[in-house]
């Protein structure tokens, strides 16, 4: 049993940055594939990056170049890294565990661009 704990979000210009963290707390953290979602008010939820056991990442082509996914096993945290933050980057973001069968979701974080 993974519980993930989102923090770091809030309001935000645009082209500010921000820095989510997401917490675990449970056993073999280090052994979860890492995701950064997003939903926003009336749209599907979206993965917006993803990070392996290894340390492979992925960044959706609407973050990248934006947006950096990172780990700390150690600390039992993940992070995103979101830079030149735009409008359209509102939503609450969640964070999740997978593996095997597993999946587990934090409650999000929400994080509104705004002048």
């Known amino acids: 049993q993974v519980q993930l704990v989102e923090s770091g979000g809030g309001l935000v210009q645009p082209g500010g940055s921000l820095e989510l963290s997401c917490a675990a707390s449970?056993?073999?953290?280090?052994?979860?594939?890492m995701g950064w979602y997003r939903q926003a008010p009336g749209k599907q939820r979206e993965l917006v990056a993803s990070?392996?056991?290894?340390?492979?990442?992925n960044v959706v082509d609407s973050v990248k170049g934006r947006g950096t996914i990172s780990r700390n096993n150690f600390k039992k945290t993940v992070y995103l890294q979101m830079n030149s933050l735009k409008s359209e980057d509102t939503a609450v973001y969640l964070c999740?565990?997978?593996?095997?069968?597993?999946?587990?979701w934090g409650q999000g974080t929400q994080v509104t661009v705004s002048s």
């Open positions: 990070i392996t056991a290894m340390g492979d990442t």
């Open positions: 999740n565990a997978f593996y095997g069968d597993e999946s587990y």
């Open positions: 449970g056993n073999n953290f280090w052994r979860y594939t």
